[in-house]
């Protein structure tokens, strides 16, 4: 004998009544989604070390970023999109990421996927998305002045050296050097 069967007001697909009983009337795939929907909206936060070390290498530069999760993922994504050599570092970082969302818990970023999250971080601080703090002082994008070092910029990419932020007296807070000093 077969079990009486509904339709999902959402999707149309025909399922089990005994399920939309449990469900409120929805079927499970509705669901799940619904689910995921209300966990990616409602912001987990995070924080994340960077690193940073002058060019004499003898002064390091620690800072924090203080962002949400769902923040990171989505500029992790973007990243990945646009340059293929970030590819990856944001697929060591995608399902961690992902299941800190849906389990609201903090995520656990593998070593490997840990300068890709710096990385998206600090573009996340450069583009008012997340906070920088150093020393016990919390920055927004807005309270210093990004420059390149050594060469100068095109505004999105340090030729050589890379990035310094200062605060409005001109005094430095942050550094970070690419690979390529």
Not at 90 to 101: D, E, Q, S, T
């Amino acid at each position: 004998m077969s079990e009486p069967k509904t339709r999902c007001p959402r999707c149309g697909v025909e399922f089990l009544q005994a399920t939309a009983n449990r469900t409120g009337g929805l079927c499970m795939p509705c669901v799940q989604e619904l689910e995921r929907e209300a966990a990616f909206a409602n912001p987990l936060p995070y924080s994340c070390h960077i690193g940073g070390l002058d060019r004499a290498g003898d002064q390091a530069y620690q800072a924090v970023a203080h962002t949400t999760v769902q923040e990171l993922l989505e500029e992790s994504e973007s990243r990945r999109r646009k340059d293929q050599a970030v590819l990856l570092g944001a697929f060591r970082v995608r399902k961690p990421l992902h299941w800190a969302i849906l389990t609201r818990r903090a995520p656990e970023i593998p070593p490997e996927g840990q300068e890709h999250v710096e990385a998206c971080a600090l573009s996340l601080f450069d583009q008012g998305k997340a906070e920088l703090e150093v020393a016990g002082l919390r920055y927004r994008h807005t309270d210093l002045v990004k420059r390149g070092l050594e060469d100068s910029t095109n505004g999105t990419q340090a030729r050589a050296g890379g990035w310094e932020y200062r605060d409005a007296q001109g005094k430095l807070v942050f550094k970070v050097t690419t690979a390529s000093t």
